[in-house]
């Protein structure tokens, strides 16, 4: 299982030590449920029975919470009493000290923008149950000697067995644009390549492969790296010389900043042609925003570059310029923080027949998704659902469930730190995800996943059951009408 937590690059050493610290606390509390009450219990279950063996994870999990929350009463009771009680004194705060600067206040308060929902807590040892869930379903798809992605689809659709599957299209980062870099592009934190549908899945990865090669290329041939041919136009290119090219990152691709969305699109663009292809018709582009990183509370807006800000209405605007502007864009991944339903909406009608707009972080807690037979988030084409923590196989079947029958995508998607552990594949090729988000072409954790999606596309084009996928958009400005549905993606060029 792989980790919950989503610690920066560029985090301080006692923060990355507290983290590991965590993490090694909770493994050794999973390990412990295990291999005491979750053996005991499990013992002697039909693994095939995949629903039953969920329940009784779910059953334990929830008494742990129990448990957690007693303790936290007692504890909290405990320094009540050791504290006292709490002696009150009146001091004036600085708001009322200023009263006089009335308008910067009421400017604030017209359009507030809604603070964060605080993160919700990870209880120690809740690997234990992903990890317990996923072992039964690799153990039911073994006595059923069946592959596990068979095994997922049979347990989503109560064991019929589909005659075609649809590999899931693979979501390739090739750059990690850093948010805290001297750069001044705030806005992208991925750029994700997505191959033709008519391409094999071999063929889109040889295809992104050229294109990564040819990036690297022109970032380390001098004069071609971001921001120098602005600066030799000025003279000023031997004064202030571009970053240099960076490391490979935790995402395994290139990690570079931009000073502009404009000058990262075109160097892409140029690296396309350079090799003979053309973006938006032999390969196409989704970003990720992760807007939640963007935001100034203080300001109640985003930064999308270094001193520009925009409220989210603003930033609305600028992503239906942008993705008219530049139409090989087909996806947007997180472009407004979750808070911001009424844009969500607003983006989703203006620009959901031309684009899918994904929600990632909204999504981080699978247990918390689910209400009744809804997703308990914004207006959005799709959802990166991650196997994490407390899921269970079963999460994940009910959940694209739910998506399918409300015209939502799919994404299954990699954490940031990663196990080398396959079964993200499986699990994508079953549910019938429509997109897999694994990170870059680097990186044994990540290539292990690339590989085991070609194997899988082997196997389903030698037994004759491979079925050509589809991109369509829902046109969410006519969703009174049902099944407005539109493949805008032209077929690609032979290069």
């Not at 992903?130 to 596990?148: C, D, E, M, Y």
């Not at 041919?229 to 003279?235: E, F, I, M, N, Y």
């Amino acid at each position: 299982m792989a980790t919950h937590s989503q610690i920066p690059e560029n985090a301080l050493p006692e923060t990355i030590e507290a983290d590991e610290k965590e993490r090694n606390d909770s493994v050794h509390t999973a390990v412990e449920w295990v291999n005491e009450a979750l053996n005991t219990m499990l013992r002697d279950l039909d693994p095939t029975d995949q629903c039953q063996a969920d329940k009784i994870l779910g059953e334990y999990f929830a008494n742990k919470i129990e448990e957690k929350k007693e303790i936290e009463k007692e504890e909290e009771e405990a320094a009540k009493v050791t504290r006292g009680p709490p002696s009150s004194h009146s001091t004036s705060t600085p708001k009322q000290k200023k009263g006089g600067k009335s308008g910067k206040k009421v400017s604030v308060e017209v359009n507030p923008s809604p603070p964060a929902e605080p993160a919700e807590p990870v209880l120690r040892g809740s690997l234990a149950i992903g990890g317990t869930s996923l072992a039964i379903a690799k153990a039911g798809a073994t006595v059923s000697h069946v592959p596990l992605y068979l095994h997922t689809a049979l347990l989503k659709h109560n064991q019929e067995s589909p005659k075609e599957m649809t590999l899931p299209l693979p979501m390739v980062t090739v750059l990690n644009c850093e948010k805290n870099s001297p750069t001044k592009l705030k806005l992208v934190k991925e750029v994700i390549l997505i191959p033709p549908v008519e391409l094999s899945l071999q063929q889109g990865i040889e295809r992104v492969l050229d294109i990564q090669k040819e990036i690297t290329r022109m970032l380390e041939s001098p004069g071609k790296r971001p921001g120098s041919q602005a600066d030799s136009r000025k003279g000023k290119a031997q004064k202030a010389p571009p970053p240099p090219l960076k490391r490979i990152s935790h995402l395994g691709c290139l990690t570079i900043g931009y000073d502009s969305l404009e000058q990262l699109l075109l160097q892409l663009q140029r690296a396309c042609n350079n090799i003979g292809l053309e973006l938006g018709t032999d390969m196409y582009l989704a970003i990720n925003c992760a807007a939640h990183e963007l935001m100034d509370y203080g300001k109640g807006k985003y930064q999308i570059l270094t001193g520009t800000f925009k409220s989210p209405d603003e930033m609305v605007a600028m992503y239906v310029e942008m993705i008219n502007k530049f139409p090989f864009i087909i996806a947007l991944i997180d472009p407004l923080r979750k808070e911001d339903r009424e844009q969500w909406s607003s983006i989703c009608c203006a620009l959901g027949s031309k684009c899918y707009l994904i929600a990632e972080e909204a999504a981080t807690q699978i247990s918390k998704l689910k209400t009744d037979q809804d997703i308990n988030i914004a207006t959005c084409s799709g959802v990166v659902l991650k196997y994490i923590n407390q899921t269970k196989v079963s999460d994940l079947i009910e959940l694209t469930g739910i998506l399918d029958g409300q015209r939502r995508v799919t994404i299954l998607g990699s954490p940031d730190r990663e196990s080398s552990d396959e079964s993200l594949v499986d699990l994508a090729v079953g549910l019938g995800a429509r997109f897999l988000k694994l990170g870059g072409l680097s990186r044994g954790e990540r290539v292990a996943k690339y590989n085991r999606l070609l194997a899988v596309e082997e196997e389903l084009a030698a037994n004759g059951a491979l079925r050509e996928a589809k991109l369509e958009f829902v046109d969410f400005a006519e969703e009174s009408q049902p099944g407005q549905l539109r493949n805008v993606l032209p077929a690609p060029q032979q290069a």
